[in-house]
């Protein structure tokens, strides 16, 4: 069964300071979450953090950061990652420099990824990527995702894949999770709604996803956690969060 938790990237409004994130964190916490993800944090010396997580009962399960510092400050990662007990290192997304080169970008991230991976795998995590829409863009008859599961190190070159993005490229989001079975630790959990304007993000189980084709998928792929993300929310982000939550185990998931 795979373990939920709460990408802070939703909350980054209320993470600007040491005092906002020890408020959110607390908050977290009282809507009945376990383990959060670190992303878009403001500066807070990485020990204080984690006596702020672990007063409020929370694991850090995984983190974004950008690929620079992962690729130029490994060590100073891995660290961070030891003093969090903190096994999930994740990058955001492919940084636009590769992008502009198309194809041949997407392949030279792969190796250049695999290459960072590699050395936060020798000190015993796991680097994983979290794709956008961006990378269902296809090069002669390939999208840049497949491009990238297959010309990076599968023995290194985990996946993060977000549902709401895999819908808006057009793809399946729970095919994706499956055909990268063994290479899916970690999945975000975001909901697709059609709104005046168009596709919205929205709670989790509240849109259009196919909420037990992916979660059969998730069991099927050996997924551990499953982590609830909401970019943008038309709502308190905290209540989103809460919604998602309560859905979720309305689901089975607990």
Not at 34 to 57: N, R
Not at 227 to 234: A, S, T, W
Request: aromatic fraction near 10%; include cysteine; glycine fraction near 8%.
């Amino acid at each position: 069964m795979s373990k939920i938790a709460a990408q802070l990237y939703t909350l980054r409004d209320y993470t600007k300071t040491p005092e906002d994130i020890k408020v959110t964190m607390h908050k977290v916490s009282q809507l009945g979450y376990k383990a959060v993800q670190l992303s878009a944090l403001g500066p807070i010396d990485p020990v204080k953090l984690k006596e702020i997580a672990d007063e409020e009962g929370l694991y850090i399960c995984a983190t974004h950061d950008s690929f620079e510092r992962l690729r130029d400050k490994t060590q100073d990662v891995i660290e961070e990652h030891k003093l969090w007990n903190c096994k999930y290192v994740g990058v955001g997304s492919m940084p636009p420099e590769y992008r502009k080169e198309g194809k041949d970008g997407f392949k030279r991230f792969a190796k250049e990824a695999s290459e960072v991976a590699r050395r936060l795998a020798e000190a015993g995590f796991v680097f994983v990527y979290h794709n956008h829409s961006f990378e269902f863009q296809k090069f002669d008859g390939k999208t840049g995702l497949e491009i990238l599961y297959e010309e990076s190190d599968p023995q290194v070159f985990f996946s993060e894949i977000d549902t709401y993005w895999v819908q808006h490229g057009g793809g399946d989001p729970a095919d994706w999770i499956r055909r990268l079975k063994g290479r899916a630790p970690v999945v975000h959990f975001k909901d697709m709604v059609m709104g005046k304007d168009g596709q919205m993000m929205a709670e989790v189980g509240e849109g259009n996803l196919n909420w037990p084709a992916i979660i059969e998928a998730c069991d099927y792929a050996g997924v551990e956690w499953l982590i609830v993300e909401q970019d943008i929310c038309q709502r308190d982000p905290f209540e989103s969060l809460g919604i998602s939550l309560k859905n979720l185990k309305a689901m089975g998931c607990v």
